[in-house]
């Protein structure tokens, strides 16, 4: 049976979600803080949490990475973009704006567990046909393999993380850092020029689109 940790210092939302999460067969733990979460995760892994940001003590902002690499869904009130793609690209596997849909928050918690090995790492990222693997770092369009170099596959990866939200510039570069020093902003545009040409060779189709003035995407048909 999956267990879920439920944070969020609301009354009402933990015990509604507790409620329809048992129904759906998951076993679920609470915590009413970050404070108490940390004590909760120091005694027990979850498969995924349920985090709310505005906690009292430590926030869930905070939280997040200190979560052992658990999968964790946000569920907050804040809706701004710019808060949603920072907190994604921290670590959070997901992002649900209150008031939310419960069925469509069940079918994110499923699709998360599904990606998610037993160990909290994320196996693959999906858009479509196009196919990451985070464990061996392959990456194939329509089942052909696409060899890329590591700034390529970490941009591919931070852009497929985040399919429907414009990763700004900014954002790209202050994560593609800690792992690839030598992109710098005057280097972006040439890899990600490498990166869609790469993908395109295969089926003629264009996977990423840039954002005029903002950053980059994936791009939807």
Not at 75 to 95: H, R
Not at 180 to 201: A, F, G, Q, W, Y
Request: charged residues 25%; proline residues 4%; contains cysteine.
């Amino acid at each position: 049976m999956k267990n879920i940790l439920v944070v969020d210092d609301d009354i009402n939302i933990g015990n509604m979600l507790e409620e329809v999460l048992t129904k759906e067969g998951y076993q679920v733990s609470r915590a009413y803080s970050g404070t108490e979460a940390l004590y909760v995760l120091s005694s027990k892994r979850p498969d995924l949490v349920l985090l709310d940001l505005m906690l009292p003590g430590l926030d869930g902002k905070e939280l997040l990475p200190r979560t052992g690499g658990i999968p964790v869904i946000v569920v907050s009130a804040k809706t701004s973009t710019e808060d949603k793609v920072s907190l994604l690209l921290e670590g959070a596997a997901d992002y649900v704006t209150k008031p939310f849909d419960i069925q469509e928050l069940l079918a994110r918690i499923t699709v998360q567990l599904r990606n998610f090995s037993s160990d909290g790492s994320s196996l693959r990222l999906v858009f479509e046909d196009l196919i990451l693997d985070t464990v061996s770092h392959n990456v194939s369009v329509e089942g052909h393999s696409v060899k890329l170099t590591p700034t390529e596959y970490a941009i591919l990866k931070l852009l497929m993380q985040n399919p429907s939200q414009v990763v700004t510039k900014s954002l790209l570069l202050d994560r593609l850092s800690e792992d690839t020093p030598d992109c710098m902003e005057s280097s972006l545009r040439v890899h990600i020029s490498n990166l869609r040409k790469k993908l395109r060779d295969v089926n003629g189709r264009d996977y990423i689109e840039a954002v005029w003035g903002i950053g980059f995407k994936m791009k939807e048909d």
